[in-house]
T-cell receptor, first 113, second 116 residues
């Protein structure tokens, strides 16, 4: 089946630290990969996505590269801010017709000043 | 409206009671999805509506769960005879259409359901 595994949190960092949140996937086809973010009290928002191998998604200083050989889509940011504190979800969706989003369990990021 | 809206934002109910959760998708979006976010379980797909087609109910966990979408717009998720394990945040999302897989799903803020 299709599944997403991401690192357990919380991840606690100081402001300006480097961030990596690991995500690996298992899929029966060739999925698109996503990172969603949920800020406190808000709905889930798409952060970035990549639709094929070697694509790099980027937004708001965050990046993730679709690695088919390692079935990974790790989220990185060079210098985190307090405002990045949120829960981050890795997800996949197969590209054939309707396919539901399959999410990881989420990783909470806490950034302190 | 500007985004997907859901009501109520919070619902506390007693075990055995029925509850209805409402979702208003973005105007013009033909695809609508329900997901459930349980503690420690991540987000699980529940049901998908596309236009006037029969919904994909493959994610509904039991026959106590049902959903309708009236007039291709507003959707109601109904949970009958609620159980404590139904406690979760129920998220609704919509997209321009769903069959091509190309369009982003936009999520509402969710309804937090607590079953006592």
């Amino acid at each position: 089946g299709n599944s997403v595994t991401q690192m357990e949190g919380p991840v606690t960092l100081s402001e300006e630290a480097f961030l990596t949140i690991n995500c690996t996937y298992t899929a029966t086809g060739y999925p698109s990969l996503f990172w969603y973010v949920q800020y406190p009290g808000e709905g889930l928002q798409l952060l970035l996505k990549a639709t094929k191998a070697d694509d790099k998604g980027s937004n708001k200083g965050f990046e993730a590269t679709y690695r088919k050989e390692t079935t990974s889509f790790h989220l990185e940011k060079g210098s985190v801010q307090v405002s990045d504190s949120a829960v981050y979800f890795c997800a996949l969706k197969l590209n054939t017709g309707f396919q539901k989003l399959v999410f990881g369990t989420g990783t909470r990021l806490l950034v302190s000043p | 409206g500007a985004g997907v809206s859901q009501s109520p934002s919070n619902k506390v109910t007693e075990k055995g009671k029925d509850v209805e959760l409402r979702c208003d998708p973005i105007s013009g979006h033909t695809a609508l999805y329900w997901y459930r976010q349980s503690l420690g379980q991540g987000l699980e797909f529940l049901i998908y509506f596309q236009g006037n087609s029969a919904p994909d109910k493959s994610g509904l966990p039991s026959d106590r769960f049902s959903a309708e979408r009236t007039g291709g717009s507003v959707s109601t998720l109904t949970i009958q005879r609620t159980q404590q394990e139904d406690s979760a945040v129920y998220l609704c999302a919509s997209s321009l259409e769903g069959t091509s897989g190309r369009y982003e799903q936009f999520f509402g803020p969710g309804t937090r359901l607590t079953v006592l």
